[in-house]
Each structure stands twice: as C-alpha cells, then as structure tokens.
Nanobody
C-alpha cells in the first residue's frame, strides 16, 4: 500500500513557475514508477509526465515538453513536477500516481495503482 500526499499548487500569472511535490509513504517507493496527470474542468484526466523508478527515464506529453520536468528523490520518498512558462491552458487539478511497473504506455491511467489527492494549479492571463 502506498499513500501519496501532494503539495505545491497555487495561483500564478502566465509565464510563472511552480514546483509540485508528491510525498509517498512506505518503504517501497523506490520500486514504483511515478506519473503526473491533470484534469481541467469539464475535461478528462490527461497524462502529463512519468518517471521510472530510478529516475533515469522520463516521458512527457507533447503539450508540456520543454516546459515541465519531473524528478524524484528516493531517499525522501518524493517525486516532483517542475512547471515553467505556465500558460492559462495549464490550469487544472494535478495528480501524482504510482505504478508498480514501467511499461508502455505510461500515459494510460490504468497503469497506475495509487493516486494522490490532487492539487489545484491556476494560471491567470
């Protein structure tokens, strides 16, 4: 069992940056691949980024590539999503998620076994 607690959302202006954090309980965090998703009002939850258990492999949605980056610190049981050059269309509730294995497609919600509670990111124009 893995519990994920998120922090770091907020209200910012376009062009700003935010770092989202996702802290996991349990001693097996380092064995999980981690992902980030987001859900805007009236829209389906969409994939943002994923990172392998070691942090050596990352994968991004085209819409955030070059602006967002994900990293992890297994010693702190924490994964991060650094969001730069934010746009109003990035406004959404952001979720972290843990997957027992890395495989394709990591963009599928069904690959993930545990989810964080979500954190709101609002970008004003």
């Amino acid at each position: 069992q893995v519990q994920l607690v998120q922090s770091g959302g907020g209200l910012v202006q376009a062009g700003a940056s935010l770092r989202l954090s996702c802290a996991a309980s349990g001693r097996t965090f380092s064995s999980y691949a981690m992902g980030w998703f987001r859900q805007a009002p009236g829209k389906e939850r969409e994939f943002v980024a994923a990172i392998s258990w070691s942090g050596g492999t990352t994968y991004y949605a085209d819409s955030v590539k070059g602006r967002f980056s994900t990293s992890r610190d297994n010693a702190k049981n924490t994964v991060y999503l650094q969001t730069n050059s934010l746009k109003p269309e990035d406004t959404a509730v952001y979720y972290c998620a843990a997957a027992r294995s890395w495989g394709h497609p990591m963009s599928s919600r069904t690959r993930y076994d545990y989810w964080g509670q979500g954190t709101q990111v609002t970008v004003s124009s």
